[in-house]
């Protein structure tokens, strides 16, 4: 297995088509938890996960799974979205953790590596994470990481049948590095 980043337990590499099978049974088996925060149609079909690859075949977006390095299984997936190159060089981070594999810190060593891959091979200068206020696992990882809260965005985004308030977090190649953990 090839990945772009190694951590001591994980790797990141880009998702393929090769992990439909994979992929969609740990979203059938997390819909349940992933439903209240992920915008979007759930990833637990055939269809759905073809436009959910194919979206990553542009510059514009970078779709990455979270692996174990010493099993190769997915344990979580991170995307960064929406980059904009020019003035801006920057991206959103979209990601979660799946049922059966949340709660091991595979996700803050997945994110923290993302972050670095993001900020070197990508060239970008800044992350933003948009997480609703009462997603507190989610709220504590992103600290962990190093990204800092920038603000708050009422009505933000459609999310299980509702407008949904988000705070706003950030990371920049200046502030990298800085978090409460060494990000």
């Given at each position: 297995?090839?990945?772009l980043?190694?951590?001591a337990r994980?790797g990141?590499?880009?998702?393929?088509?090769?992990d439909r099978a994979?992929f969609?049974?740990?979203?059938r088996e997390?819909?349940?938890?992933l439903?209240?925060?992920?915008?979007?149609?759930p990833?637990t079909?055939?269809?759905?996960?073809?436009?959910y690859?194919a979206?990553?075949d542009g510059?514009?977006?970078e779709?990455?799974?979270?692996?174990?390095?010493?099993t190769?299984?997915?344990v979580?997936?991170?995307?960064?979205?929406?980059?904009?190159?020019?003035?801006r060089?920057?991206?959103t981070?979209?990601?979660?953790?799946?049922?059966?594999?949340?709660?091991r810190g595979y996700?803050?060593?997945?994110?923290?590596?993302?972050v670095?891959?993001?900020?070197?091979?990508?060239g970008l200068?800044r992350?933003?994470?948009?997480?609703?206020?009462t997603?507190?696992?989610?709220?504590?990882?992103?600290?962990?990481?190093g990204?800092?809260?920038?603000?708050f965005?009422?009505n933000?985004q459609?999310?299980?049948?509702a407008w949904?308030?988000h705070?706003?977090w950030a990371?920049t190649?200046e502030?990298?590095?800085?978090?409460?953990?060494g990000?």
């Amino acid at each position: 297995m090839t990945y772009l980043a190694e951590g001591a337990r994980v790797g990141i590499r880009h998702i393929s088509r090769q992990d439909r099978a994979e992929f969609l049974a740990l979203n059938r088996e997390s819909a349940d938890l992933l439903a209240r925060w992920m915008p979007g149609e759930p990833i637990t079909t055939d269809e759905v996960f073809e436009g959910y690859v194919a979206r990553f075949d542009g510059p514009a977006n970078e779709g990455l799974v979270i692996c174990r390095l010493d099993t190769g299984a997915i344990v979580g997936r991170a995307n960064i979205n929406n980059i904009v190159r020019g003035t801006r060089q920057d991206g959103t981070l979209g990601y979660c953790a799946y049922s059966s594999t949340t709660g091991r810190g595979y996700l803050t060593e997945g994110l923290r590596l993302l972050v670095r891959y993001a900020f070197g091979e990508l060239g970008l200068h800044r992350i933003e994470a948009n997480i609703q206020p009462t997603n507190a696992p989610s709220l504590s990882l992103i600290k962990r990481v190093g990204f800092r809260r920038e603000g708050f965005s009422p009505n933000f985004q459609y999310i299980d049948g509702a407008w949904r308030d988000h705070e706003r977090w950030a990371i920049t190649v200046e502030t990298a590095g800085t978090g409460p953990d060494g990000a």
